[in-house]
């Protein structure tokens, strides 16, 4: 069975995102000391330490580009920062939302990233352009219900989840023409703010929604029809304490995809 093997303590912040790079041989954090730590997973040690004092961060996410991250800000304004991680500087600033940012994921296929925030919008940005390249408004608003979006395994559909009330199917060469597919989640999650969504690997048959009282929605990705549900008293609050965006989302879905595995299709999980 899985056993832990290494346990970093360096940080006494609360962590309030983590993602792997596509090899899986590095992980990035941040916390809420407005420090990024990057880790070696395969010599199992802390590789490197950045701190983004003026600006925060949250929604580290390594980019296709090697030696480089992209991240949210937290303070003064709501830029997406572009940093090379092997030099310490900014490479380019993503400007395009007027509120804070509350998901970031690059894409599986491109050198792009996606982003959604409490503006409203959802953006795609390549990363050798400041400007974004598509942008989805989402159908019905946002208001302070949260949004997330994500990329599927192929690049080629963004999924946005909007509030708690409905989930929203682009494809990312016509994202003008609005969703090809939603669905209202309103009974399912409607308990909640939205605090991540993610495709579940490695086909994307399955969409993960993560809310902020630490539950969890499986859904077909193709009929957006509900499939099953994790629910752990123990969690609440503890995906981002409430607050959508606040601390990151993705990373309670990755945590309940290795939970829901256990889970058996269409059944509720206590």
């Given at each position: 069975?899985?056993?832990?093997?290494?346990?970093?303590?360096?940080?006494?912040?609360?962590?309030?995102?983590?993602?792997?790079?596509?090899?899986?041989?590095?992980?990035?954090?941040?916390?809420?000391?407005?420090?990024?730590?990057?880790?070696?997973?395969?010599?199992?040690k802390r590789q490197q330490v950045?701190?983004?004092?003026?600006?925060?961060?949250?929604?580290?996410?390594?980019?296709?580009?090697?030696?480089?991250?992209?991240?949210?800000?937290t303070k003064i304004n709501d830029?997406?920062?572009?940093?090379?991680?092997?030099?310490?500087?900014?490479?380019?600033?993503?400007?395009?939302?007027?509120?804070?940012?509350?998901?970031?994921?690059?894409?599986?296929?491109?050198?792009?990233?996606?982003?959604?925030?409490l503006d409203g919008i959802v953006?795609?940005?390549?990363?050798?352009?400041?400007?974004?390249?598509?942008?989805?408004?989402?159908?019905?608003?946002?208001?302070?219900?949260?949004?997330?979006?994500?990329?599927?395994?192929?690049?080629?559909?963004?999924?946005?989840?909007?509030?708690?009330?409905?989930?929203?199917?682009?494809?990312?060469?016509?994202?003008?023409?609005?969703?090809?597919?939603?669905?209202?989640?309103?009974?399912?999650?409607?308990?909640?703010?939205?605090?991540?969504?993610?495709?579940?690997?490695?086909?994307?048959?399955?969409?993960?929604?993560?809310?902020?009282?630490?539950?969890?929605?499986?859904?077909?990705?193709?009929?957006?029809?509900?499939?099953?549900?994790?629910?752990?008293?123990?969690?609440?609050?503890?995906?981002?304490?409430?607050?959508?965006?606040?601390?990151?989302?993705?990373?309670?879905?990755?945590?309940?995809?290795?939970?829901?595995?256990?889970?058996?299709?269409?059944?509720?999980?206590?």
């Amino acid at each position: 069975g899985f056993h832990i093997s290494k346990q970093f303590s360096d940080n006494s912040a609360s962590i309030t995102s983590l993602d792997y790079d596509p090899s899986g041989n590095k992980c990035i954090t941040t916390s809420s000391d407005e420090s990024l730590r990057i880790y070696d997973c395969v010599g199992g040690k802390r590789q490197q330490v950045l701190y983004s004092k003026k600006y925060g961060c949250n929604l580290a996410q390594f980019t296709s580009q090697a030696g480089c991250v992209a991240y949210a800000s937290t303070k003064i304004n709501d830029t997406i920062r572009y940093l090379s991680y092997d030099t310490n500087q900014y490479i380019r600033y993503f400007v395009g939302h007027s509120r804070r940012v509350t998901s970031l994921q690059r894409s599986p296929t491109a050198a792009t990233v996606l982003s959604a925030a409490l503006d409203g919008i959802v953006n795609v940005w390549d990363l050798g352009a400041v400007k974004p390249v598509s942008t989805v408004t989402p159908v019905g608003g946002v208001g302070e219900r949260g949004i997330a979006a994500a990329f599927d395994p192929s690049g080629m559909v963004i999924a946005v989840a909007v509030g708690s009330a409905e989930l929203q199917l682009y494809d990312v060469r016509e994202v003008a023409k609005g969703p090809f597919k939603s669905q209202s989640v309103l009974g399912v999650a409607d308990h909640a703010l939205v605090a991540g969504i993610r495709f579940v690997p490695p086909l994307g048959d399955y969409l993960l929604l993560a809310m902020t009282d630490g539950s969890c929605h499986l859904f077909d990705s193709f009929s957006l029809q509900h499939r099953a549900s994790l629910r752990d008293p123990s969690t609440r609050g503890a995906v981002n304490g409430g607050n959508p965006g606040a601390t990151n989302g993705t990373g309670g879905v990755d945590l309940a995809l290795s939970q829901m595995q256990d889970a058996h299709l269409g059944q509720n999980v206590t």
